[in-house]
């Protein structure tokens, strides 16, 4: 199998399950094909999670080890050896599900067959009415700019939603500024924590706290996978 029918496997894909896939999938993948690519098309091949990250724009190892859980899962990617964490390196085998399809009766096929025949009419229609006005509504002007949302986030990080909720009231009663730059400090500071990040954040809600750094973690218990419901011993005024 080449780049071209892994690359045709994969859109077809995600194209019919797009509850399922997200950007850091086809990104992984794709780095994971170029490697292989690189490497001559090893049957395995080392694919060090340090190095991916980098190659991708990817900081939290959580989201990203999420992910390629999920390629393994779809049948993309062979794990022939895990890593034991994001400074060594994954063992595996790219693939890509193999099924009794018909190659001309994709879902994706047909959508770009009738995309493709709909631009046609509408170029030729637009050929005989060239100096009239389509709509005398008032054109709005493009944007590209959709901007940072910091709940959405938030969210990316596998939170729960009614977590997430409840901490940016926090962060409301003490006025702190939902930035891209407050969020990324936010989450480098949960990727210095052992621990599950929804119980982390369960400890940082109830302790009334709209922001967090490691250091509040004093109580040594809470730091190895301690009981949740268990407060450290400062204030809340965080």
Known sequence: MN??????????????NPEKVKPIHTAI???AVEHWNRLGGKDKFGFPSQ???????VKSYTTYGKALKELSEWGF???IEMSKNQYSANIISICAPSKNEKARDKALDKALITHTSKQCESTNQSTVSIDKPLTNKPIKPLTTDKG?????????????KD???DFLKNRKLKKLANTETAF?????EFE???MPINKLMEIVVSNGWGSFKNSWLENEKIKSYGNANVSPTFGTNR
Do not use: H, N, Q
């Open 3 to 16: 780049g071209y029918e892994l690359s045709r496997k994969w859109f077809d894909f995600s194209f019919e």
């Open 192 to 194: 210095k924590v052992d």
């Open 184 to 188: 990324k400090k936010l989450e480098l």
């Open 77 to 79: 990617i062979i794990f």
């Open 148 to 160: 940072f949302s910091f709940r959405k986030s938030m969210c990316d990080l596998d939170l729960d």
């Open 51 to 57: 190095m991916t990250m980098e190659a991708i724009g």
């Open 29 to 31: 993948y794709f780095f």
């Open 163 to 165: 977590l997430v909720s």
